[in-house]
C-alpha cells in the first residue's frame, strides 16, 4: 500500500501534471490539449483549477509520508501493537486521515479530468537535447 | 474434582515505544512542510522560483522534495535518540496528529491564502 501511495503521487507529479499545466504557445485559440489554461480561460471553472487542483496537488503529498510510517510502524511491532494501544490509536489516526487526503485527490482528479481532460503528450521527450 | 490451570508466563518482552513514537513524530512534521512550503511558494515569487527544480512540475517539485528530505531526517534524528526508549507516547501522538490536521486543512487554498 505505501509503495503504491508513493507511485501514485510520483507519476502524479512528474508524469501527469507536467501535462496538466503544460502552457500553450501565444495565440493558441483551442486550450483543450492544455487543461490548466483551459480551466482558467473561464469563470465557470477556474475553481476548479484554483481550489480543486491547488488542494490536490499538496494533499495527496500527506498519504505516502502517513502510509509509510503506518507501514514501518505495523512492522516494527507486529504483534507488540496489541499491547501498546497508543501506538495503535496514533496509526489509526494518520491511516484514516490519509484515507480521507487520497479521497480528497481522487474526488478532485475525478473531476478535474471531467472537465479539462488531461490527454498527454503525442510526443515524449525524455532529453532535451540541442540541434545536431 | 480437581482444577488444573496452566499459567503461561508472557517473557515476551515489549519493544521500547521510541522508534514507533519517532516514526510518527516525524510523519507530522513531513506533512507540515508539505504544506508550509507549499504556501511559502505562493508567496514569495523568490521561493516559487528557486523550489522549481524541475521546470515541468514548476514549483511542487521542490516543495515535495523539501518536504521528503526534512521528513527523512527528521525521523533518523529522532530514532536515534528514541529507539531504545520509552518515550511519553500521548503527548507525541496528540503533537503529531496536531501538525498532520493542520497540514490537512492549510493545504486547502482558502485557508491557506489566509496566511
Known amino acids: ?132 | 474434582m480437581s482444577t488444573h490451570a496452566t499459567i503461561v508466563a508472557d517473557t515476551h518482552a515489549i519493544v521500547p515505544n521510541g522508534s514507533g513514537a519517532a516514526a510518527i513524530l516525524a510523519a507530522g512534521i513531513g506533512s507540515l512542510v508539505v504544506a508550509v512550503s507549499g504556501i511559502a511558494a505562493d508567496k514569495s515569487p523568490s521561493l516559487k522560483s528557486l523550489f522549481s527544480i524541475h521546470k515541468p512540475t514548476g514549483a511542487l517539485s521542490g516543495e515535495t522534495t523539501l518536504a521528503i528530505l526534512v521528513w527523512l531526517v527528521a525521523w533518523a534524528i529522532l530514532e536515534v535518540l528514541w529507539r531504545k526508549r520509552n518515550v511519553p507516547l500521548l503527548r507525541i501522538n496528540v503533537i503529531a496528529l496536531v501538525l498532520l490536521g493542520l497540514s490537512l486543512l492549510s493545504t486547502f487554498p482558502p485557508i491557506g491564502d489566509l496566511f
Open chain 1, 1 to 132: 500500500m505505501a509503495a503504491l501511495a508513493w507511485l501514485a503521487v510520483l507519476s502524479g507529479t512528474y508524469i501527469i501534471y507536467p501535462w496538466y499545466r503544460a502552457a500553450p504557445p501565444a495565440g493558441t485559440a483551442n486550450l483543450a490539449a492544455y487543461p490548466r489554461s483551459l480551466l482558467l480561460s473561464h469563470p465557470a471553472t477556474s475553481q476548479w483549477h484554483l481550489i480543486g487542483m491547488e488542494w490536490k496537488e499538496h494533499v495527496a503529498w500527506l498519504v505516502p509520508i502517513a502510509i509509510t510510517m503506518a507501514a514501518f510502524v505495523a512492522i516494527r511491532y507486529a504483534r507488540d501493537l496489541g499491547r501498546q494501544p497508543q501506538l495503535r490509536y496514533a496509526l489509526h489516526g494518520f491511516v484514516i486521515t490519509s484515507l480521507f487526503a487520497a479521497g480528497i485527490a481522487g474526488f478532485f482528479g475525478a473531476m478535474l479530468d471531467k472537465n479539462a481532460p488531461v490527454d498527454g503528450g503525442n510526443i515524449i521527450q525524455v532529453v532535451q537535447g540541442g540541434k545536431q
